[in-house]
């Protein structure tokens, strides 16, 4: 998957990697005896006893997803607001520092380095954030920051964060979910065996949530390889929007269309993702196959499965929900390519149906 | 014009810190009868009996002169250019990591050391690593812009070995560029408590004749924090060169500009330093007492942007005047913020 990887170029930054430490083997691992790591070995413990949480851990899925009900009307508000711009809004897409946002959350790799004072997350987008382990508590009155502050205690084998000191510059869900200064996160981290870090996510903000809500992640160990940069280059003021205002000046005869309908596939964060493109009263209409999550916070399109109309720009080039879309063709006008234009950089999918 | 440089005035994320642990003394460090941190003890060791260099550092300021002499003709031109807009290409003003650059590596750190990992974090949430299990650079390393690095102990005294920088950094903030074929050797010495040599080497023999570097000493910030200083928006939209300000350019008339003359005073870095506004041939020009040449020198002619907005030097001067139009205090905007000098004279 890594290989396939170094086949996107990725304007974001990342290197498409030959070489990189990727295929090396993560020294003291436990492995089985056919010198793969041994993942459901005993977590490894510090010189306190406690469990030592340090490695390379994967991304994961995380969907930070309060119910409409958790929310104060003024925040369902706001993020009806934020999602019509999401490609311009989200904090990550404006190369600033994403805090405490779940999803951003799941969607990093990290390194954590545990000494006996503190911990260290370093995420792959090159932001960090430390954990006082040393008994300091909280400040009353924090200075606000991206980052926010953040003391941990053990209980038992279970590392309990608390963090406050939150500017209101970022979203605790990709939904455009705000929180105030007031912001309080609790994480609960328990590594149960080798290959895995479970952590249990909980924010409380009264003034901005009704009732406590959060998320939980699995995370995996990246045994044998290395973490890549993902550095966010440029921010998207320059081009997308979403579809509601997009302006639909082109018109692309019904003829020309027919000839992008298909199914395409390429490789998407990591994974093959599917689009099938297909016409429907006069319009193209691209839906991701295969994935989907439950709707709940009129987020039309920032959820994985939903249809995107696609809008013409030009004969090849449609928008759809602030993507770019661009049809390569041959020399009969038949598309043989979806290029997909996300901030990141422009995803290709070729055509198999 | 005027709009973009009130758009301008943010901050780069520096707080006004009343609290936030700044007070707070750390726990188990070694003190003077006095209750002060003792700098001067012996350094701490880690459980492989290595110097632990655990800590949050102050930086020195090194300096990395120009040497057109060792630079290759592509490098010396790049270096004029961007001195010439300095303001705006200048990676962390651009809000980008600056990699290998000297003067950000100035800036305030926190080390954490294990025996296989030892991390640099700075204070805009970037970060490096340095390898410490052995593993050798990559001979073909994909370009980034921390680069990689791996390190081993030579007696008391840290070696590290960096490449696979992308093109994308300056070597310091005077604008001198590498290639991907950057090599970087630092070598650390925690000589005391709170005291570290740092001396780092560039080479790259397709940028310069000779490998060049700089030696710096770390200071340990004892009893204090590091404390986040994000870059929120890049300069991309506002410093242009002085050919853009030239187009921009109004007209004010010389009586209005004589009542901006005279000399400021405030506090730049936590130095004082001093502006003197002088009027000569219908042209403002402001004297910056000290100013370094890369931040454009002493003498900057300020273009009228509006009757109280000038442009120097990819820089913004606003002049605070009273009801007669008569300048109380000038203010300097750079991407880090306004800095207001107030009239003495």
């Not at chain 1, 030959?18 to 083997?25: E, F, T």
């Not at chain 1, 070995?41 to 997803?65: E, H, S």
């Not at chain 1, 959350?105 to 960090?128: M, Y």
Request: charged share 25%; glycine share 10%.
């Amino acid at each position: 998957m890594r290989l396939l990887l170094a086949a996107l170029i990725l304007t974001m930054g990342t290197s498409p990697a030959g070489a990189q430490w990727l295929d090396r083997a993560t020294p003291g691992i436990p492995r089985t005896p056919d010198g793969k790591p041994n993942l459901t070995a005993p977590a490894p413990r510090g010189p306190d006893g406690k469990p030592d949480l340090t490695g390379l851990w994967k991304n994961a899925r995380v969907v930070g997803r309060p119910t409409p009900a958790d929310l104060q009307p003024w925040v369902l508000d706001l993020a009806s607001k934020y999602q019509e711009e999401y490609y311009k809004t989200r904090p990550f897409y404006q190369c600033r520092p994403s805090g405490p946002e779940a999803e951003r959350f799941g969607e990093t790799w990290k390194r954590i380095i545990q000494t006996p004072a503190v911990i260290a997350l370093l995420n792959d987008d090159l932001t960090s954030r430390v954990i006082h382990t040393d008994g300091r508590a909280l400040e009353a009155d924090p200075a606000p920051s991206f980052s926010g502050y953040s003391v941990g205690r053990w209980e038992g084998d279970t590392l309990v964060v608390e963090s406050n000191g939150y500017n209101d510059k970022t979203w605790t869900s990709r939904y455009g979910i705000s929180h105030t200064e007031k912001l309080r996160v609790t994480e609960r981290y328990r590594r149960p065996d080798v290959g895995h870090l479970q952590v249990v996510v909980t924010y409380t903000d009264p003034t901005a949530y009704t009732r406590p809500w959060g998320f939980t992640a699995d995370l995996t160990l990246a045994a044998d390889t290395e973490m890549l940069e993902e550095v966010c280059e440029k921010t998207s003021d320059h081009w997308v929007q979403l579809s509601s205002t997009a302006s639909a000046t082109v018109t692309v005869p019904p003829d020309v269309m027919a000839r992008y309908v298909g199914v395409y596939t390429g490789i998407y964060g990591g994974s093959l993702r599917t689009y099938e493109v297909s016409l429907a009263g006069g319009q193209l209409i691209a839906t991701i196959l295969g994935e989907k999550i439950e709707g709940g916070l009129g987020a039309p399109g920032l959820d994985e499965g939903a249809a995107r109309t696609l809008v013409p720009q030009s004969q090849t080039v449609f928008e759809g929900l602030g993507l770019a879309y661009r049809f390569v063709v041959d020399d009969k006008g038949v598309a043989k390519d979806l290029v997909v234009i996300h901030i990141s950089g422009p995803y290709t999918y070729h055509r198999v149906r | 014009m005027k709009l973009l440089f009130t758009v301008l005035a943010l901050v780069v994320g520096t707080l006004p810190a009343a609290a936030q642990w700044l007070d707070r003394p750390w726990p188990g460090i070694p003190r003077t009868a006095d209750g002060k941190p003792n700098l001067t003890a012996p350094a701490p060791r880690g459980p492989d009996g290595k110097p632990d260099l655990t800590g949050i550092w102050g930086g020195g300021n090194p300096e990395a002169a120009l040497d057109p002499a060792n630079e290759k003709p592509w490098v010396h031109e790049l270096v004029i250019q961007r001195q010439r807009e300095y303001h705006r290409g200048r990676p962390s003003y651009q809000c980008l990591p600056s990699g290998p650059e000297v003067d950000r590596f100035g800036a305030t750190k926190r080390i954490l050391q294990t025996p296989t990992t030892i991390v640099m974090m700075m204070d805009d949430l970037s970060y490096r690593v340095i390898h410490m299990d052995g593993r050798e650079l990559e001979a073909n390393p994909a370009p980034s812009w921390m680069g990689y690095s791996v390190g081993h102990w030579e007696g008391d005294a840290l070696i590290v070995d960096s490449n696979g920088y992308n093109e994308k950094t300056w070597l310091s903030r005077y604008g001198q560029a590498h290639t991907e074929k950057l090599r970087v050797r630092e070598v650390y010495r925690r000589k005391d408590f709170g005291h570290m040599d740092a001396e780092v080497t560039f080479t790259d023999p397709a940028a310069y004749v000779k490998p060049w570097g700089i030696k710096s000493e770390f200071r340990l910030d004892a009893d204090d924090e590091m404390l986040e200083s994000i870059c929120e928006r890049s300069s991309e939209h506002w410093a242009g060169t002085a050919a853009d300000a030239e187009q921009r350019a109004v007209t004010v008339a010389p009586d209005v500009l004589a009542k901006y003359v005279g000399t400021y005073t405030g506090v730049y870095l936590n130095i004082k330093r001093t502006i003197e506004v002088t009027l000569s041939n219908g042209q403002l020009i402001a004297r910056v007492i000290g100013g370094a040449a890369i931040d454009g020198g002493e003498m900057r002619p300020l273009v009228p942007q509006t009757d109280t907005l000038f442009e120097g030097v990819g820089l913004g001067y606003q002049f605070n005047v009273d009801e007669k139009g008569v300048a109380k205090s000038v203010t300097e905007i750079k991407v880090a913020g306004p800095i207001t000098y107030t009239r003495v004279k």
